[in-house]
DNA sequence: CGCCTATGTGAATCTAGAATCACATCGAGG
DNA sequence: CCTCGATGTGATTCTAGATTCACATAGGCG
């Protein structure tokens, strides 16, 4: 066959991107370098040009989803408000969420995150990063006096990550009956109530 | 060898509950019938003997887990207040997921969930079910105005949820550095504070 | 006691998929 | 134009693990 040949870099980033899209429909313990190379256009064992192997690829997939994550979290620095900053990531989230079936399920699943300590590890730094940037939000508007200052503001932003982190499992579950941005709207209501400052 | 030959309705409850304890250690994917075989004494073929296959195993321990969910459902009933209620039935659910990593890892992990439709509507139900129990306490609550009304009652359930859920999460990725039974109080605090009703 | 069947065993089969290797060829740089 | 290193290919090897099967035997039951 006349593949064309490509440079490196650029076959990485569509190996990657590949991979993700993938992971939309199937679960990690299922992709296979297989699939992966016959979406790209490539042979199996073209993938080894690339990345030293599965685990490699994988490891690239996290480090593209981080990016992501933090990406969202870049986006709503314009929004001066603590709230309706907050909300704006939600939404973001949910949006990221729903196009992206493959983040939550795979940035949890357990080949990733079992499997290898230096993988579980990178994992937990990403999540530990974006939990930091909602509670640094939430520090914001507790020093601003919109947000309710009797509460650790990790303890909120935990709660502020359940409510997408519990929607995409039923979403997933449910096969996609479950309405998360639908429940994201309530959940963002009662979390709204429950957290703003009481107004003097 | 000369292992002792036993009733099938016995070796079944010993392989179910070995696999149990194993995906303490190990996730679904590496689960594999000679490990379990290995561990209640006996060689990987026996196993058929007692199961179709390996699928077979699975959904029994996924059975299993169900009942005991119910089960913890059925223990705090002797509470007659709704917030108390909660509050036994969070602490429950945390120390079984503390002695029992298993669980929530195994409930939600794409081997278990993704692949097999079926599996995946069992796992739905055994959710909305203990969803349902948690989200009757809060209308009871409700009911009796020891909960705000204002709130949709599965919306305040999946909040609930989420506490143990998300905690299980960082536990895991934290390799059991995460607290989980302080965030667990810490978040309890939080949800009493901001689901109960104004006092008048 | 002796039979018969449910259990248990070990070897063999089958498969998927990762990884490796020798060979082919594209295309950038001289 | 030529060459050489970077890419791509197909065949091959390797492994883990599920499953099957023919054979062995424990132990309940007549």
């Known amino acids: 066959m006349s593949t064309q040949k490509l440079d490196s870099q650029i076959r990485r980033r569509q190996i990657v991107k590949a991979a993700i899209e993938l992971l939309g429909t199937c679960d990690v313990g299922e992709l296979s370098l297989a699939m992966i190379a016959r979406r790209v256009g490539l042979v199996p ?16 997939v996290l480090d593209s989803i981080g990016d992501r994550l933090r990406e969202n979290l ?5 929004e001066p408000e603590a709230l309706p900053r907050l909300k704006s990531l939600l939404m973001m989230h949910v949006r990221f969420v729903r196009e992206n079936q493959a983040i ?13 300590p230096g993988r579980r590890r990178k994992v937990y730094q ?18 601003a006096e919109k947000i309710r200052a009797d509460v650790d503001s990790t303890t909120i932003a935990m709660q502020f990550l359940g409510i997408v982190q ?15 941005a639908r429940y994201a709207r309530r959940a963002w209501e009662h979390f709204r109530n429950s957290t703003a400052a009481e107004s003097p």
Request: without cysteine; aromatic residues 8%; proline residues 1%.
């Open 45 to 60: 064992s073209a993938i080894y040009r690339h990345f030293e192997g599965r685990e490699a690829v994988l490891d690239a």
């Open 74 to 78: 870049r986006l709503v620095e314009q």
């Open 104 to 116: 939550p399920r795979t940035i949890f699943s357990d080949e990733i995150v079992s499997r290898n």
């Open 126 to 143: 990403i999540i530990q990063s974006y939990l930091q940037g909602v509670a640094a939000i939430i520090q914001d508007g507790q020093a």
């Open 166 to 180: 519990s929607g995409a499992i039923l979403r997933h579950l449910s096969d996609g009956e479950f309405d998360i």
